[in-house]
């Protein structure tokens, strides 16, 4: 790419992000007109949110700003080939997202998007769909390479069905063709494909792996998601709560993510908030078979809400290197009179500096967005470095937008 069309993406990227609501929405409405198909690929209830629209145009925005330099980006990169791959996304479906991409920034722009400006971003895109593309090819090989690995979708059994809360359900599953199943990185995830009766499209939807690898079964633990008059219900985790049981097949990607653990020399602290816990539950269960000191900190709202609670105390009292805390911001009388929870109110970074012994390990931390922002601005100012930090978000806003002088935000969405 020229250095002409390089200066004229990099200088109009922030007026994308400026109308990156708009952008979004405009080319959804072009692409699932042109190519309906499509809407088997997209999470229709964060479509429905707004969710899914704002975080495409951030990322177009944050490659373009970084065309020159993408190894600057290379975690949002390789987070969203994760997602491609899980997914199912195909080399000849980035033509059809590009034209519409490029048209809804026309439309959204009108005079501000002249010739040139579409011209370059139209080269900008072709430039990252093609990186995406060597990526993914490289990520789908690798991944049906890979003892017991497959590619496309694969038919699960669920074997057992547990109820851990009375929002929380754990999913056994074994695959159906009796043959092995692909190992992963605790924090990676499943990704379904669900056909619900009355629903005109395809639903796919990422859910944590919830145990430690190495097993004959893999385990998912969902939230069912109730709505309100704003926001629908989970479509997909309702059906998997009521309407699957024991016994019904369910149809799977293989194990995808980049969020996993990347130091054995460190300790490590888990974080987690509300369903936060499913990807850091696995994590947990793999650290206290190797000896790795972990400190665990989970959030919710009180005992009641309050999955695997026993799992854990009873993993701190066999293991010496695992130790846990819990912290409730709605306890009940009974939580108070039996004293199960450590700190009342929310995780800030006093309480941190009260119970882990200094800010030299690697933290990991998932859970709602408000959640995830509070906990990132307590470990940035305790000076934990960048590198020691690591995060998996269930929304696909960022939640590093806010900080984006520091680094790119990465967006991913569940």
Not at 223 to 243: A, F, Q, T, W
Not at 290 to 298: A, K, M, R
Not at 310 to 334: F, G, I, K, M
Request: net charge negative; hydrophobic share 35%; charged share 25%.
């Amino acid at each position: 790419m020229n250095s002409t069309k390089l200066s004229i993406v990099k200088s109009t990227a922030p007026v994308l992000k400026d109308h990156s609501r708009e952008i979004g929405t405009r080319f959804y409405n072009l692409l699932f007109s042109s190519a309906p198909e499509l809407y088997n690929m997209f999470n229709q209830t964060n479509q429905q949110r707004g969710l899914q629209q704002e975080a495409l145009t951030y990322a177009v925005y944050a490659a373009g700003e970084n065309l020159d330099h993408l190894k600057n980006i290379e975690p949002l990169i390789m987070r969203v080939a994760e997602k491609h791959v899980a997914l199912g996304v195909k080399p000849d479906q980035y033509p059809i997202v590009g034209e519409a991409l490029l048209q809804a920034v026309k439309d959204v722009l009108g005079d501000k998007a002249r010739d040139e400006v579409i011209d370059a971003w139209g080269e900008a895109y072709n430039t990252i769909a093609d990186a995406f593309i060597n990526i993914e090819h490289d990520l789908y090989e690798g991944k049906e390479q890979k003892s017991g690995g497959w590619r496309g979708f694969r038919d699960f059994c669920v074997v057992k069905k547990v109820k851990e809360t009375d929002l929380v359900t754990s999913f056994y599953l074994k695959p159906e063709d009796q043959q092995p199943i692909s190992s992963y990185e605790p924090g990676q995830y499943l990704t379904l494909k669900a056909d619900i009766e009355g629903e005109t499209y395809t639903h796919m939807r990422h859910y944590s792996l919830s145990d430690a690898p190495g097993k004959d079964y893999y385990r998912i633990s969902v939230k069912r998601e109730e709505g309100n008059e704003k926001v629908p219900d989970g479509i997909v985790s309702n059906y998997l709560h009521h309407h699957v049981q024991e016994g019904d097949t369910l149809p799977f990607a293989v194990p995808a993510g980049d969020f996993s653990i990347s130091n054995e020399d460190l300790p490590v602290v888990l974080i987690s908030g509300g369903i936060g816990l499913t990807p850091l539950m696995s994590m947990l269960n793999t650290l206290a078979e190797t000896g790795q000191s972990v400190t665990y900190i989970h959030a919710t709202q009180n005992s009641s809400v309050h999955a695997m609670k026993e799992h854990v105390e009873q993993l701190a009292s066999e293991y010496q290197n695992v130790n846990s805390y819990v912290c409730y911001d709605s306890p009940t009388a009974r939580d108070r009179d039996m004293q199960n929870f450590d700190k009342e109110g929310f995780i800030t970074l006093d309480w941190l500096k009260s119970i882990l012994p200094s800010n030299q390990a690697d933290f990991y931390f998932c859970g709602p967005v408000p959640f995830m922002k509070a906990v990132n601005k307590a470990l940035k100012d305790w000076s934990v470095p960048e590198k020691q930090m690591h995060y998996e978000v269930f929304s696909p806003v960022s939640i590093l937008e806010e900080q984006k002088s520091e680094k790119p935000s990465v967006t991913t969405s569940r």
